[in-house]
């Protein structure tokens, strides 16, 4: 079953920030946050991935709270392209599989 | 998705017929994991296999599913016997190094429709 907890679906005006939030309360201290995102018909696509400390890359950024209960992941300027579904996953650094939930699905709208 | 290459995207096969799928991983990437998403759900964990070895098979079902990632070539899903309740796509995905928190990159998957 899947450790995390995301709300199942959210929307967001082309342009604006997308803030998605992810519970993980049962984290433990060797499991790293991971986020991706599959867009219909397609695989999953990596985003991003963070221990404890915030990450940015070109595509997002992740804050994780101190606690590590929980995270964000951000989408700083959405655009329709990022209308997909978005998969918060805590895995184990030594873990072998990603255990995917439902998700969020994140609509942007013109 | 780029670097993950799977074939073919969509299959059809009648009940009782094989279906061989494909994975060729991304350049340099030597640890290969398999996936499947029935309509509607997400992915659930196949198998996951380094070059020769499989590693961890607990997602497999227990008849008629096997895989392989042979010394040279790609890695090969294959189910025998097909019946209705394969219908899914099924997704293949490598990394580098297994067991050091890299990210596992996602082919576009393969199709399977059963007649």
């Known amino acids: 079953d899947a450790k995390t907890t995301q709300p199942p679906s959210m929307d967001c005006a082309e342009g604006r920030a997308a803030n998605l939030p992810c519970n993980h309360s049962t984290i433990s201290g060797n499991e790293y946050v991971y986020w991706y995102r599959q867009i219909h018909s397609q695989g999953p696509q990596y985003i991003i991935h963070g221990l404890k400390n915030n990450e940015t890359n070109e595509m997002a950024s992740l804050i994780i709270t101190e606690d590590r209960k929980s995270s964000t992941l951000i989408l700083p300027h959405a655009t329709l392209r990022d209308t997909a579904v978005y998969y918060c996953i805590v895995k184990p650094i030594y873990g072998q599989n990603f255990v995917f939930g439902p998700g969020t699905r994140l609509s942007v709208l013109p | 998705n780029a670097g993950v290459m799977q074939n073919p995207r969509h299959l059809v096969r009648r009940r009782g017929q094989e279906a061989r799928l494909r994975c060729s991983p991304m350049k340099g990437h030597s640890h290969v994991y398999w996936y499947r998403q029935l309509p509607e759900e997400g992915l659930k964990f196949m198998v996951y296999?380094?070059?020769?070895?499989?590693?961890?098979e607990s997602g497999m079902p227990k008849e008629r599913f096997s895989a392989e990632f042979p010394k040279e070539g790609p890695s090969i899903l294959r189910i025998q016997q097909v019946v209705r309740g394969d219908s899914a796509a099924y997704f293949c995905?490598?990394?580098?190094?297994?067991?050091?928190?890299?990210?596992?990159?996602f082919g576009d998957g393969t199709r399977l429709s059963i007649l």
């Open positions: 296999l380094q070059k020769e070895n499989i590693i961890d």
């Open positions: 995905a490598s990394s580098p190094r297994g067991g050091d928190g890299q990210p596992q990159h």
